[in-house]
């Protein structure tokens, strides 16, 4: 799946960091000073490292529907695959510490396979993405039920657990989870891609696939890759979740539609072509800062699920309106 910068390519402007983050970082700002005033644990730097923790696997999965969204698709099974993965991973490790080493890059790969199908059944046989990867959730949940009964087996061992639950010392801050230096390392890793040629043609997919194809750019190429991307970063959250949760059959219960509304409450546009992956992190952030507000608050858990549905309802309607928009200015 190569990708071969072509002149149009090449002129393609690089997307910028700050394209939508304004709006988001004031929110999250507000929830992070709400919090202090909420909670005596916010009070220290380790409630926010805290935080951090327990948003960094959404803030993973956050990268890679970002990739998926911005060329234009949806990724509905990453939730599935997170609970796969862990299901596997207790499966095939059943407490042996020296299987670890083999089974961390096998999840990898198996994400980066349930990404590839989805992406080459979108791409090449030309289903809607919402509805390979809806299939796609079906499989995975009903593979999990099967092999476990609804009861999974096994256990996860220690080696495997130590970057999802535990941390290194630094002055100062106290104690630096290993999850967040992950996360930091993968922040790093996405905002290179998108300032890379790769990442600017994946922006123009979403944007405008006829000028990509002119261009010379590989439309089904760049969306089967964001589809793969989307499937190791789940991949990666499932190995975070393993540690910090254990072993479930609903570890990854919701996530799909966690990570949507993160990513669309950082600006990304659904429909594809604008938004960028440091205000998609930033969402998830903010859903997992309001989602600790409203806990400590003592708010029904339950409006947590109607929160997300208002903030995806209002960015349906906000990409409809820009569409709108942009064909009225085209037929004037």
């Known amino acids: 799946m190569t990708h071969t910068a072509t002149p149009a390519t090449r002129r393609l402007p690089r997307p910028k960091l700050t394209d939508g983050t304004g709006p988001v970082l004031a929110v999250l700002a507000i929830l992070l000073v709400a919090l202090a005033f909420a909670g005596p644990a916010y009070s220290e730097p380790s409630g926010y490292l805290a935080l951090l923790k327990r948003a960094a696997p959404l803030m993973i999965l956050a990268i890679g529907q970002y990739f998926v969204i911005v060329s234009g698709g949806f990724d509905l099974s990453v939730g599935s695959l997170v609970t796969a993965e862990v299901v596997i991973a207790a499966r095939l490790l059943n407490g042996d510490e020296g299987a670890t080493l083999w089974v961390i890059p096998l999840l990898l790969v198996i994400g980066a396979v349930v990404g590839l199908v989805n992406g080459l059944i979108t791409t090449r046989l030309l289903v809607p993405s919402f509805i390979v990867t809806l299939g796609m959730l079906l499989v995975l949940d009903g593979a999990v039920f099967l092999w476990t009964g609804g009861a ?181």
């Open 152 to 332: 999974p087996r096994g256990s996860l061992t220690e080696a495997f657990r130590t970057v999802g639950r535990e941390g290194f010392d630094v002055p100062l801050l106290g104690q630096v989870p290993w999850s967040v230096l992950l996360l930091a390392v993968l922040v790093v890793a996405a905002v290179m891609f998108m300032r890379s040629g790769r990442g600017r043609t994946l922006v123009a997919v979403g944007d405008n696939e006829t000028a990509v194809r002119l261009g010379g750019g590989s439309v089904e190429g760049m969306r089967t890759l964001a589809f793969v991307l989307s499937g190791i970063s789940a991949a990666v959250a499932a190995i975070l979740l393993g540690g910090f949760a254990g072993v479930s059959a609903q570890v990854g219960e919701g996530l799909e539609f966690q990570v949507i509304t993160a990513v669309v409450l950082g600006g990304v546009v659904l429909g594809g072509g604008r938004g960028s992956v440091v205000a998609a992190m930033a969402g998830a952030l903010t859903l997992e800062a309001l989602f600790s507000l409203l806990n400590l608050l003592g708010v029904s858990g339950g409006l947590e699920s109607a929160v997300q549905g208002v903030i995806i309802i209002a960015a349906v309607a906000y990409a409809a309106v820009g569409r709108s928009r942009f064909r009225t200015r085209r037929t004037t």
